[in-house]
């Protein structure tokens, strides 16, 4: 998270990360211009970033632990990994003999997760130092951007009935109620209508283009009223999760740039060397599309590349025989919104696993995981004693699927337990 902070704020570098994939993707270019507004004048963009980024990792066979993605904007699932332990830890407590013969022997203790605890603590400490610049009267107010018709709502409630205990006033709204709502008070001070000031603002969509459509506004280029709301937010002094610069920062497109660097540019952004060479280990191997690993596809064996696009929110990666069918179908254009990563293999479980799925029981002889660690940033400054640190989420799914989303896969909640 350090890292992403630092780039997420280094404007010129993002322009010139993102600026090649303008011309082969629509959207990254919308938000390059959303950037370019945000940032263009002498002033300095007063809302105060807050950074709640989840990194996703898998256990490789060969190398451990390698990134597979940063997710920088609508980084969920966190208070439904806490309650999957909790489940997991009732389990345990009131089933002691059925939980050991359905685990493995070499299982210990099941490892803590106060993701929901972690995630309102920077949410309630970004939302109260703008509440006490401003010194008003009334309650701390934090809003929700959401997509219409949620399908996560449980999970963000969750956080929001945390952050009401904290004694944050909390309100959800689409972009699109957001229109024409949102007014300027004095110092910067954002206010939307019917409610008052707000301190906060987090984002739980926005990360794809159907997010801004509005058919019932007239405007003269698609998605531009809603965008330019974004826009308008940004502008304000306002606790903000996702920045436009941190969506820019945690991109597939920065995400395979940082895997080049060399260990002094790594210093550049605010590591130190152990840092740097850490970093530099976890992010693995990506190649951008050219003529030449094109080429190094076409020679290297099936399962050694995924190709990915720009898209979030998961059904965005291409496997085996279908990366080479994509190839072959990109112009050149649009190379540079494409990338190959090297493909993690996680070694299976030793034991079958029961998985449960829309109520039905199913048995998995090959389960494997993936590890998503939340971290919270405010103003470059780590948000939790845990340096940073807020809580983790665990995803398995067999290892014939593909695609491990909750929501959008076939993967399934998990725990972390601690190893004997």
Known sequence: SKLIYSVSEDHDFLYSA??????GNAFFSALLNMHQQIHSSSRHAPRLPLLIMRSDFMDDNRDGFRL?????????MGPFGQRIHDLHHYLQRQCPAVFSDLSNQATGALVDNQAIEGLSAAICQATCRIKQEFGDPGPARFLMI?????????DQHLLELALQ???IETHRRTFRELHNQLSTGADNRLILEGVGPLDTVYLRAGYQYSDYEAFNIDEQECCQALMATRVFIEQHRVAVNATVGQQLATSKRVQMLLSQLGYDEFVAFGLTLQEAKIAKTILGEMLPISPDSI????ESPSETWVLKNQGEGGGHCLFGADILTKLTELTPQQYQ???LMRRLHPQPRAMPTLIVRKGELHKVNDLISELGMFSVQTDNNPSSAEHSFAGYLIRSKSAESTEGGVHSGQ???DSLVYSD
Request: aromatic share 10%; net charge neutral; no cysteine.
């Open 165 to 167: 205990q904290k004694g």
């Open 411 to 413: 993967g399934v909640l």
């Open 295 to 298: 080429n190094l596809a076409k």
């Open 337 to 339: 919104s494409w990338s």
């Open 146 to 154: 959401v997509q219409e018709n949620e399908n996560n709502v449980f």
């Open 18 to 23: 993102i600026y090649p994939i303008k011309a």
């Open 68 to 76: 597979i993605e940063f997710n920088g904007i609508a980084a969920g």
